[in-house]
DNA sequence: GGAAAATGTGGAACTAATTCCATATATCAA
DNA sequence: TTGATATATGGAATTAGTTCCACATTTTCC
């Protein structure tokens, strides 16, 4: 049993008080400068480290909070993560990571096995809310935040996608825009799906009798936006929205093939990331999902909910950055923006 | 001072048993099928969980692998990590995070955080290493292994840039070009300044005397690129290779608005990731390196270390992914690769 | 049949810290 | 000069497990 090289008490014993004095310099205070000098000089010559185990076990706080993503390979995900680590590690905080893969069963796994290891607090990036989710964020002891999920019964944290969409559609009206196409997914999917579509429409469509939306039903994938891309240049509106990036992607390169002109001759916009979006021609003008924002909003309200304040003081608002890029054609002004001078910031 | 629920020691009593029984049960055997029955029983009804310190002050095992990631918000990392994850979890292990946000000096604290903690072993994406870096790898008594760079005296794992240049280089000797330019780096970068450039003109100019290859100096970024494409084209190459991924897609954003035709006119390829690339229009032919498997193979590699193994029984090749998409035109051909139903593929 | 080995079991020690409690001074007001 | 309070300090208990050791059975083998 190869034991710890130095612990509390032979530093205790170098400096000739004891273990108790040794812990108390280590926490409280509460020693005589004398006392406390020998006890710095002795840690030092040992290079004691305080074993993290130990320590716990007494105190009942582990200092490290869990965290469930649905997957790693994303760039939603990875600034998501670095907003939260971004908050919680000069709190003192540590991050233990799990990933869910998408599965809901894997995600309620991988709970459990962080509410093993003794965190004080799990935040999952959720892939969809449970009665079972919601039963532990009440009966285990520690807080637990949801985040992509929305549900009243526990915290929980999520992108407003009928205010970006409607961000969307007041910006094309000031634009001039009165006819677009809206490329969307299915209403299954209730945020990007409903939320987002209505957020859009009312905002294009408010304060005026003049303005058009049509709908064009498409995947969430690059591909099956390609393909719907047709049947929208038949429409002939002046803007196309795709309800996701991927969407607007799939659609600008079919007009780059067919030789249609963004924005010159059709206008093309999208929801979503902003790293794709900078560097394809022209650069695609988006609401970019602040995920780095999210993340260290998602930390603070689980710092928050550990230290009993209960959420009040965050401001749950998640803002939405909007991107204006290259790609939409201001009707207003009937010049174009685009100029070599002005290229796409890349992240 | 609040204390645990149910103990080993509620589970005894329950069941009739000394403590040593109940541990014996959760761990070694050595107990009679009597009695085991017993301990089952009381564990179920009491719901039993073993405490993580309790457990690991006496074991000195924590199961837990402390990651440095030089940044969060890159696919490169977030893939990385996806490998480690893959091959980390089933074992048992799980991973405790912590970025370096590019600082050396943060990376070393953060090393030092992640040794306090008692974890079983580090796994650094190390963004430079030092003398401090090769003498904790000696001196601390667990496992380190770095990843990004290379130093004989440390564990340590690296893509090969030399053999991906050579294989663009062969690849573009094999599609018929003659005259490239190689968009690269300062030298002052050995992976992708030397490594890489060497690796290319080694692969391209291999058993033939007239290959030409021209050098052009740009930074690590998109503008910079782009700012340096006009010099390129006054070389008028056949094929530009970027030594990244960003440095071609600079050139080829350039192109695209002075409307030079690519492939047609002049080829373009890079190197790294592939999800950007898959997007532009045309799609970039690029070498990719595999930073999944990168991190299984950190990730095996650490296990095999900690398993007294030394790291004999791993591959550690690291395989490059060749992605031939359309920017590249084979002048053996002389047809266009180019057609609406050969889209890229997206991730 | 009896020694030797295998199999179970409980008690106590141990892991490395924190913290409660008793006690010893020192400071200060009455 | 007391008594009361504040400041320091050490000893012992506590945290929740694992593991060593002693001892009691039972089984095996000569």
Redesign the interface.
Known sequence: M?QQKVTIKDVAELAGVSKSTVSRYLNNGYISAEKQAKVRKAIEKTGF??????K??KT?E?K?IGIVLP?????T???L??GI?RVL?PEGY??????SQLSQKKELESMQ?LQ???VDAILVDSVGLTDEHIRRAKEWGLPILYTGQKNAAVHCLKIDDAAAGHRMGVYLRQMGHKHAVFAGVTESDEAVGIERKEGFMAGFCEGRTDAKVDFVETGF???SA?NQAEEICKIAPSVVVGATD?IS?GIL?YF??RGVKVPEEISVAGFGGY??GA???PALTTVAFDY?LMGMKAASYLLNILRGEDAKLTNLDMPLLFVERESVQNLMKKTLPIN?TS?PA??
């Open positions: 190869e480290q305080s074993n993290f185990f130990a716990r076990l009942r582990s490290l997957r790693m390979d994303s760039v995900v990875g600034k993560l670095s680590t590690e540590q991050s233990i990571l799990l990933v096995k093993q290891q003794g994938d690059f591909l390609y991927n992607l390169r780059h093939e790293d794709v560097v394809v021609y780095e070599s290229l890349m992240m």
